[in-house]
């Protein structure tokens, strides 16, 4: 469970943010890399007069010039199914519920939207659900999309998927027993125990599964040739590794045809390069926050807008809980206490985010402690706490345990997280007051999982490193329990910072059988506690800042924790595009990007070969890939 979990999430997130520069990604931006960058485009618009993909659009049979969108992915997701993403574009969430669909939307909310759901009845003890579904869903290829899709994904993700993102809802937490089909478009879905929140997860989150693709597969992680068959807005129409991604609209959408004809997603992994290609209309949107010293830049643009939302993402320094002397909750306290996170969020991320509190839940979050536990800065209580623990300044002024070891610690970060990169270093100016010492060490996003991959017995031996949740984690009611209970056989129990409590263990345990407004007190409790022993430093949470080209497409939808790239931004009613919008976005193929994916992922040479995947026109229907 362990390893599989670590490597696809890579302790919870890939941002996929490439560093701008080690220290100041402001310096690099636009700067010394635009003369390189623009060649590289013109060297891609000439590239792109050869490129076959330019007649494209003539193949769709002429008539209308389709609506297309340009998207600068951040890194390439593999095959877009929930068991063979590789999160290398920090949301594949957003991107897969493209193609597929849930029960509901979204599990942001407490009380989510009935999706491919009609409705959901619980039993009165909660722990059998009875869903209808709504009547004449198709899948991708025609076939119809009924009851047993649904036993059938709940069943596969129970007893055939290995351990990951999706499937711990359903095998973990809550623990999903069997299904039973009662007609068409009604199941009854049973849970070894209360599931009080299924309408939250596994209801707004696992995405439906066709039966007739998947029942044969019994590897799911091998599944990466075919483009994927769902039910969603979005048909996947053609896959180039690590070059693109091209969408298409299903017509026949339930919720009515999308606004966007085509989506195409061009690999884009240096965010120098994506933004650029934001400013001079090479792409639409770039699936990145803007980063701060350039949010300004763009704001003032005429043809670029920029817009807020609220992304749950948070950064945080974790804490080796179990390694002395940061087994020490005095310690771990006195380091927070010594911190200025407004500090951090100011100089950091020039204000576009909120400081950390200290219960960790994204303040936002429904299940958050009302008003939070604010972190408190006060470098003099932090003095007089080491004092009072023993630990003495030596004659250099760093302090030592009361077994004399150095408070000097180690804080592994990733050297694609300028971000947390600087933040570390600011933290480190701050704590050396108190007498403490933190020493950043810059690793590559390999390295970095290496060093830190738990195993069944907690984290291996390092002290102290910077990492993230996403918006999942923060608005998932079982997340508490999942990431910070003790090892047990529910859950992840306290891997990212072996940290164990056991009052923290009873509130998690108590609140998983509760209903949501039952439940939130006892969170509440849960949340103190963990405050209260300070296992990880939550540094900020970030504001979601995106940008992108009205003039290509203006209906895009601030989705409350999710940002922008979701589905509702390309169907009404949620989206409400102006007329004048999708007639700037540059004809289907015509512009050089699929030529810039090209040159940037080979550093500048052209790729010799490559792999097209593309969905089978005729045979493939037979197969069920049309």
Known sequence: MFGTYMTHACTVRFRGTESLSRNHPEENFMGRRTAGALAAFVAAALLAIATPHAAAQDDEGGGDEPTTVRVALSGYENNLTPFTVTFASGRPDDLLMLVYDSLFWSQVSEDPEPWLAESATPSNDFRT???????????????????????????????????????????????????????????????????????????????????????????????????????????VTEIVPDQRYRFEANEDYFKGEPLVDVIEMPIVTDPNAAFQALQTGQVDYVDRDVPPAVVDRFESADDIEVVRGTDFDSTELRFHTRQPPLDDPRLRKAIGLAIDYD????????????????????????????????????????????????????????????????????????????????????????????????????????????????????PPAYDAQMSGFDWHAHTDPDSLYFFFHSPGQRGIGAIFTGWSNDRFDQLVERAAGLPAQARKPVLHEAQRVLAEEVPLLTFWYRDGVNAYRPAAYDGWVTDFGHGILTKRSFLRPYAEPTAASGRGGGDDGGVPWVALVTVL???????????????RRQAGAEQGFE
């Open 601 to 615: 992922a080979a550093g500048g040479v052209a790729v010799a070969a490559v792999v097209v995947v593309r969905r």
């Open 343 to 458: 500090a951090l969020v100011e100089q950091v991320l020039q204000g576009d985010g909120q400081p950390g509190n200290d219960n960790w839940v994204h303040p936002r979050s429904p299940w958050a402690l009302p008003g939070g536990d604010e972190h408190e800065f006060d470098p003099q209580r932090a003095e007089r706490l080491l004092g009072e623990a023993g630990y003495r300044r030596g004659p250099d002024g760093l302090r030592v345990s009361p077994d004399g070891a150095p408070l000097d610690f180690e804080v592994l970060v990733s050297s694609f997280e300028p971000e947390s990169l600087r933040a570390v270093q600011l933290a480190a100016r701050q704590v050396q007051d108190i007498g403490v010492r933190l020493r950043p060490e810059a690793l590559d996003p390999a390295t970095l999982r290496q060093r830190t991959r738990p195993g069944p017995g907690g």
């Open 129 to 235: 659900w009875t869903v209808t579904l709504r009547p004449d869903l198709t899948w991708h290829d025609g076939q119809p999309l009924t009851a047993e899709d649904v036993k059938f994904t709940f069943d596969y993700f129970n007893e055939v998927a290995g351990p990951g993102r999706w499937t711990h809802h359903v095998s973990d937490e809550p623990p999903y027993r069997g299904g039973e089909v009662i007609d068409d478009r009604t199941v009854r879905l049973d849970f070894a125990r209360p599931a009080p929140t299924f309408t939250i997860l596994p209801g707004a989150d696992l995405p439906i599964l066709p039966q007739h693709i998947w029942q044969g597969i019994d590897d799911p992680e091998t599944a990466t040739g075919e483009p994927p068959v769902g039910s969603g807005p979005y048909k």
